[in-house]
C-alpha cells in the first residue's frame, strides 16, 4: 500500500504550471511538500492565504503562519494574505483551478461524503463544500477501505454528502481511480498491489482495463 507520502507524490504528479489549488486537510496537505522543480503553482487556503509553500523547518517556522488545519506553513515568493470572506468568495467565483480533499466515502455517481460521521464528534464542514462546488477540476485522496476493511469506493454512499456528482479522480492507498458512467475504472494499481486486492476492497462497480500499469511514485 501506498504511505501517506507517497500518495501525496502521486497527487503532486497532476499539477500543472499556473494552477490554483486548494489543498484540504490530511494527506492533501502533503502535496505542497512535493510540487515539482520548477512548476509555478499557487496554493490556497480557505483561512486567507494564496501562495503557501512547504511544511516550516524548526528554524523557519511562525506560530501564526498556518493552513485551514492549523498547521504550520510557509509562504512563498508572491504570496498574499486576507481575510476568509475573500478567500472564500475565491472559491466560490471559481477561481481555483484543482482542489484535493480526503473522503470518507465515494461512490459511482461522483457523491463524496466527507464532513459528518453520525454520533461522532466533528469540527464542522469547513470549506468542503464550497470546495466541491466551485473548484474546476477534484481530486480525492483517501485510503481504500477503513480500518475494518469495509470499502470507502461504493454503488451509495451512506453518510450524509458534501457534494453530488462531482468527483471523477480517487487516489487510495490501492489505485488511482476514474469515476464515469455509473462505475469506478481502475486506472493505475500500487506497486505490489494485486488486481484482485483492489477488487477485494471495491464495493461499487468497477472497470478493469486489460492492462493496468503500476503507479510511479
Known amino acids: 500500500?501506498?504511505?501517506?507520502?507517497?500518495?501525496?507524490?502521486?497527487?503532486?504528479?497532476?499539477?500543472?504550471?499556473?494552477?490554483?489549488?486548494?489543498?484540504?486537510?490530511?494527506?492533501?496537505?502533503?502535496?505542497?511538500n512535493y510540487v515539482p522543480s520548477g512548476m509555478d503553482?499557487?496554493?490556497?487556503?480557505?483561512?486567507?492565504?494564496?501562495?503557501?509553500?512547504?511544511?516550516p523547518t524548526a528554524a523557519t517556522v511562525d506560530a501564526d503562519m498556518i493552513n485551514a488545519g492549523k498547521q504550520t506553513v510557509t509562504a512563498r515568493s508572491g504570496a498574499a494574505i486576507f481575510n476568509s470572506a475573500d478567500s472564500f468568495a475565491m472559491i466560490r467565483g471559481g477561481h481555483v483551478d484543482?482542489?484535493?480533499?480526503?473522503?470518507?466515502?465515494?461512490?459511482v455517481q461522483g457523491n463524496i461524503a466527507s464532513w459528518m460521521i453520525p454520533d461522532k464528534l466533528v469540527?464542522?464542514?469547513?470549506?468542503?463544500?464550497?470546495?466541491?462546488?466551485?473548484?474546476?477540476?477534484?481530486?480525492?485522496?483517501?485510503?481504500?477501505?477503513?480500518?475494518?476493511?469495509?470499502?470507502?469506493?461504493l454503488k451509495h454512499c451512506t453518510l450524509p454528502l458534501t457534494g453530488v456528482n462531482c468527483i471523477?479522480?480517487?487516489l487510495t492507498d490501492l489505485a488511482w481511480l476514474e469515476i464515469a458512467d455509473g462505475e469506478f475504472t481502475l486506472r493505475e494499481r500500487a506497486p505490489g498491489v494485486s488486481v484482485a486486492e483492489i477488487r477485494a476492497k471495491t464495493a461499487g462497480p468497477l472497470r478493469v482495463p486489460e492492462y493496468v500499469p503500476e503507479m510511479k511514485v
Open 168 to 170: 471523477r479522480r480517487v
Open 41 to 55: 503553482v499557487m496554493l490556497q487556503s480557505e483561512n486567507g492565504l494564496l501562495g503557501m509553500g512547504g511544511f
Open 98 to 107: 484543482l482542489t484535493v480533499l480526503g473522503a470518507f466515502e465515494v461512490d
Open 123 to 153: 469540527k464542522g464542514m469547513g470549506g468542503a463544500m464550497d470546495l466541491v462546488a466551485g473548484a474546476r477540476n477534484i481530486i480525492v485522496t483517501m485510503t481504500h477501505a477503513s480500518k475494518s476493511g469495509e470499502s470507502k469506493l
Open 1 to 32: 500500500m501506498l504511505t501517506r507520502e507517497q500518495m501525496a507524490r502521486r497527487v503532486a504528479q497532476e499539477l500543472r504550471d499556473g494552477d490554483y489549488v486548494n489543498l484540504g486537510i490530511g494527506i492533501p496537505t502533503l502535496v505542497a
